[in-house]
């Protein structure tokens, strides 16, 4: 219940609106690194650097995920 919450709160602040549950959470998990990239780039390289990739990559996923990229065989 109080995941709900916070899930729900974040899809507000980071205005997500896919149909998949797939891009969605990969959205949801860009927006929580971005967030930690952020919040400890005065304090840490590392986390920093490393948060960033993490929201990159699942920024980059949820990309492929939205689009058409492998449009379907005939």
């Keep these: 219940m109080k995941f709900t919450k916070i899930f729900g ?3 507000e602040l980071n205005d997500s609106a ?3 549950r797939a ?4 959205e949801r ?9 952020i919040l400890f780039a005065p304090h840490s390289i590392a986390v920093t650097q490393s ?3 993490i ?9 492929f995920i939205k ?3 492998f ?3 005939r």
């Design 9 to 11: 709160k974040i899809d």
């Design 18 to 20: 896919t149909e998949s």
């Design 23 to 26: 891009a969605l959470w990969c």
């Design 29 to 37: 998990i860009a927006f929580i690194f971005l967030t930690v990239m």
């Design 51 to 53: 948060a960033w990739l």
């Design 55 to 63: 929201g990159m990559l699942a920024w980059v996923i949820s990309l």
């Design 67 to 69: 689009t058409d990229f």
């Design 71 to 73: 449009p379907p065989r």
